[in-house]
C-alpha cells in the first residue's frame, strides 16, 4: 500500500493539479488560436494573394499512380502552422508581460508599518506627557 499512499500524494499536490490545468486550458486556447488563423486571418491573406488558399499549397515531387498516392511537400500547411505559432508566441508574451506588469504594481506598494511594540508605545506616551507639561 506504500506504493498507492505516494502516488495519492504526488497526484494531488498543488502543482500538479495546476500544471493539469495549465495544459487543459492551453490545449483549449491552441484550438482558439488554430481557428483564429485559419478560418479569419488565411482567408483574406489568400484573398490578397489572388484567392488562394494556403492550404491548397503544394509541390508533387512525384504523381499518384495507380493505388500509390502522390508525394507532396504541403507547404502551405506549414505556412498555416507557423502562422499559429506566431500568434500563440505572441499571446503567451503579451500575457506574461500582464502578469509581470501586476507583479511589479504588487511589489511597488510600501509595507505597512508594523505595530509599535508595547515598550515603544509606553516610552512614547511619557514623551508625549512630558512635552505637555
Not at 82 to 103: E, S, T
Not at 122 to 131: A, F, P, Q, V
Request: zero cysteines.
Amino acid at each position: 500500500m506504500g506504493m498507492v499512499k505516494e502516488f495519492k500524494e504526488f497526484a494531488v499536490k498543488g502543482n500538479m493539479v495546476d500544471m493539469a490545468v495549465g495544459i487543459i486550458i492551453g490545449g483549449a486556447f491552441g484550438k482558439i488560436v488554430s481557428s483564429l488563423v485559419s478560418d479569419v486571418l488565411m482567408p483574406p491573406l489568400g484573398l490578397l494573394m489572388g484567392g488562394a488558399d494556403f492550404a491548397d499549397k503544394v509541390v508533387t515531387l512525384k504523381q499518384a499512380v495507380g493505388d500509390i498516392p502522390a508525394v507532396q511537400l504541403k507547404y502551405g500547411v506549414f505556412i498555416n502552422t507557423a502562422i499559429d505559432f506566431i500568434i500563440v508566441a505572441f499571446a503567451v508574451f503579451m500575457m506574461v508581460k500582464a502578469i509581470n506588469k501586476l507583479k511589479r504594481k504588487e511589489e511597488a506598494k510600501p509595507a505597512p508599518a508594523p505595530a509599535p511594540s508595547d515598550e515603544v508605545r509606553l516610552l512614547t506616551e511619557i514623551r508625549d506627557s512630558l512635552k505637555s507639561r
